[in-house]
């Protein structure tokens, strides 16, 4: 079963990998960037920050740009609408499923958009 999971998790990253590989490095930056925003505000909801703050950090990243503030509050809804987990290795699997799940969702948004300019 391990084995299996790991081969997964290996064939899923190389087809990301592969896939990204062709994408302008803008496209690339930004993705990364919003992997790595997943991650936090997921991260936030497991360790049970309430979402009054990260609601509040997401208006202030939106004064600086309205880009941001929206993308933070998209994924905010997201991980508040999913259950807190208990356990400390379900709350890293949802994290990095969460992120996973956004990063591999914006390089298939940024392989539309790269393969419309084409």
């Given at each position: ?6 081969a ?6 190389f087809?990301l ?14 993705c990364?960037?919003?992997?790595n ?11 049970g920050?309430p ?24 994924l905010i ?16 699997k949802v ?6 799940t956004f ?15 084409s």
């Amino acid at each position: 079963m391990l084995k299996r999971c790991l081969a997964t998790t290996i064939l899923f990253t190389f087809s990301l990998s592969v896939h990204s590989a062709s994408l302008p490095s803008e496209y690339l930056e930004e993705c990364q960037r919003v992997e790595n925003s997943a991650k936090a505000i997921m991260k936030a909801r497991q360790e049970g920050v309430p979402l009054s703050s990260v609601l509040e950090l997401a208006d202030n990243a939106g004064k600086e740009s309205e880009y941001v503030g929206s993308l933070y509050k998209a994924l905010i809804g997201q991980a508040y609408d999913m259950p807190r987990e208990s356990d400390p290795r379900k709350q890293e699997k949802v994290v990095a499923d969460f992120q996973k799940t956004f990063y591999s969702l914006c390089i298939d948004s940024a392989e539309k958009t790269a393969g419309g300019r084409s």
